[in-house]
């Protein structure tokens, strides 16, 4: 649960999934918790982006910039969430989205 109220504390800029709340359910059966978090839809990840023929038709140059600008974008995200005394404990492509 407290990571859950963590979560819904990151701040909305550029850069990080938005966040929308979270709630409890409890499964009256067997007592079970489950915390349930709202969030932005992603559609895709950084693999799936650098695979694009979008990006791969870029020139070598463009490609580097646009690497460039996601990892602005990525450190900017956690810049935000360390200023709020919140760290990312899983950070790899698979996680960040394009």
Avoid at 26 to 39: E, L
Avoid at 50 to 63: E, I, M
Avoid at 85 to 90: L, P, V
């Amino acid at each position: 649960m407290r990571e859950a109220q963590n979560v819904c504390c990151i701040p909305k800029v550029e850069g990080l999934v938005k966040y929308y709340g979270h709630f409890q359910h409890r499964v009256p059966s067997t007592g079970v918790v489950f915390t349930c978090i709202g969030m932005e839809l992603c559609d895709g990840n950084l693999n799936d982006y650098l695979k694009t023929s979008w990006y791969l038709g870029l020139t070598p140059d463009q490609q580097r910039i646009q690497r460039w600008e996601m990892l602005r974008a990525i450190a900017g995200g956690l810049e935000a969430c360390h200023n709020k005394r919140i760290m990312h404990r899983d950070i790899k492509p698979d996680n960040s989205m394009t």
